[in-house]
């Protein structure tokens, strides 16, 4: 079946830091990708996708680009913000499937 | 334009007993899907309502139903309720396949 697998948390960053969080997944075919970013109390809201090798999907400064060789999505960002702490998921849909299946997330937090 | 909204906000009930869940879709949105998100983990798949019907089901017991209505709004019914229910119960609606889902905030459910 699908999976995905992301790097484990916390992470804490100081603010302008670089960030990279690690996802790796594991799909027959040609998935869909995504990162989605819950903030505390909240639902999850999209922040990027990509639906197709070497598509780079970016928004609000965060990259990521669909890596078909390696399986990967990498989320970057060049400077993060105390408003960008939250927990990020990485997440696919497969081929042929209606469902997202979901990392366990990396809850982020950047101090001032 | 309103987005995807859930009742209620917080709910607490006993083993054994029974619980409804309610989602209206993001305005233009004709597919709801249901997910639980269990403390620190990603969210996991229930099922997927378009036109009425079950579409897709994810891993879980017949005690969890749904339900899609005319005007696309959804509910998500639970029996028997065991300790392990306790979750986040989010729910997401999307238009036409392959379009990204989008989330509401969700409902708490806290068995006792």
């Known amino acids: 079946g699908n999976s995905v697998t992301q790097m484990e948390g916390p992470v804490t960053l100081s603010e302008e830091a670089f960030l990279t969080i690690n996802c790796t997944y594991t799909?027959?075919?040609?998935?869909?990708l995504f990162w989605y970013v819950q903030y505390p109390g909240e639902g999850l809201q999209l922040l990027l996708k990509?639906?197709?090798?070497?598509d780079k999907g970016s928004n609000k400064g965060f990259e990521a680009t669909y890596r078909k060789e390696t399986t990967s999505f990498h989320l970057e960002k060049g400077s993060v913000q105390v408003s960008d702490s939250a927990v990020y998921f990485c997440?696919?849909?497969?081929?042929?499937?209606?469902?997202?299946?979901f990392g366990k997330g990396t809850k982020l937090s950047v101090i001032p | 334009d309103a987005g995807v909204t859930q009742s209620p906000t917080h709910l607490i009930k006993t083993r054994g007993q029974q619980v409804t869940l309610r989602c209206s879709p993001k305005?233009?949105?004709?597919?709801v899907s249901w997910y639980q998100q269990a403390l620190g983990q990603g969210p996991q798949f229930i099922f997927q309502?378009?036109?009425?019907?079950?579409?897709q089901r994810g891993n879980f017991p017949d005690r969890f139903s749904g339900h899609q209505f005319p005007n696309y709004s959804s509910e998500l019914n639970v029996n028997a309720l065991l300790l392990g229910d306790s979750a986040l119960y989010l729910c997401?609606?999307?238009?036409?396949?392959?379009?990204?889902?989008?989330f509401g905030d969700g409902t708490r459910l806290s068995i006792l």
């Open positions: 997401a609606s999307s238009s036409g396949t392959n379009q990204p889902q989008h």
């Open positions: 799909a027959t075919g040609y998935p869909s």
């Open positions: 990509a639906t197709k090798a070497d």
């Open positions: 997440a696919l849909t497969g081929a042929g499937s209606y469902q997202l299946t």
């Open positions: 305005s233009g949105h004709d597919t």
């Open positions: 309502y378009y036109e009425e019907e079950e579409r």
